[in-house]
């Protein structure tokens, strides 16, 4: 088993995201795992939950918890959607909390 399945696994990542790569750094004793999502994806509204087309998207990085004792840390490109009804929202990432 590769290491990108083996974090898709452990973290539980829902479709349409993927692990993209992972980065270790030993002598930080640090885990960097990016996510991605399938290209032509269409998101829900936060809002309506209607599945709308991405606007554009912005890379953000959360603080997990540790992986095999190793601070570890998630990233991604977080879609925003262009809803008819509400306009350009960001969407709801599975992984990162509301208060954030």
Known sequence: ???KKLMQITLGVPSPWFVKSVELNTSEE?????FD???GNEFACPICNKSCKIHDTKDRCWRHLPLFHYE?????????TKCEEHGTKTVVIPWSR???
């Open 72 to 80: 570890s840390y998630i990233h991604a490109r977080v879609p925003r």
């Open 37 to 39: 999502f399938i290209k």
């Open 98 to 100: 509301s208060d954030t």
């Open 30 to 34: 640090r885990i960097d795992v990016y």
């Open 1 to 3: 088993m590769d290491v």
